[in-house]
């Protein structure tokens, strides 16, 4: 009686553990597209394309990844335009500071964390 008591336990503990993987990755994906979209709003955008490129915000990606046991979104600019995302976001010599990426991430905190609760709820 004690042995299957512990083996229902021990189950019930792996189902919570199981569902609980599957909703955190729901919810940190979630808040990465939800910075993603924000991030492409806010991007500056020239009416002069240099690269050939296309606009910087048409560069913008999200990353999910949890190989590191966290669960975790990277999301910014791929590698094709990526490198010059700094310059209109920090200034340069010739161009004052936007700090689009700054203001991007202060008006998704709340959001995200709202969005965060709603789906770790679920």
């Given at each position: 009686m004690a042995v299957s008591g512990l083996e229902e336990?021990?189950?019930n503990v792996q189902i919570l553990e199981d569902?609980?993987?599957k909703k955190a990755r729901?919810?940190?994906?979630d808040g990465g597209n939800i910075f993603k979209e924000k991030l492409m709003e806010d991007t500056p955008q020239s009416v002069q394309d240099h690269s050939g490129l296309g606009p910087l915000k048409e560069h913008t990606k999200v990353i999910n990844s949890?190989?590191?046991g966290e669960y975790e979104a990277q999301v910014g600019y791929d590698n094709i335009k990526g490198r010059i995302a700094h310059?209109?976001?920090s200034?340069?010599?010739?161009?004052?500071?936007?700090?689009?990426i700054e203001k991007a991430q202060e008006q998704t905190k709340q959001p995200i964390l709202?969005?965060?609760?709603?789906?770790l709820k679920l």
């Open positions: 336990m021990l189950n569902g609980f993987d729901k919810a940190v994906r949890t190989r590191t310059f209109p976001n200034g340069t010599s010739k161009q004052d500071p936007q700090h689009f709202d969005k965060f609760l709603e789906d």
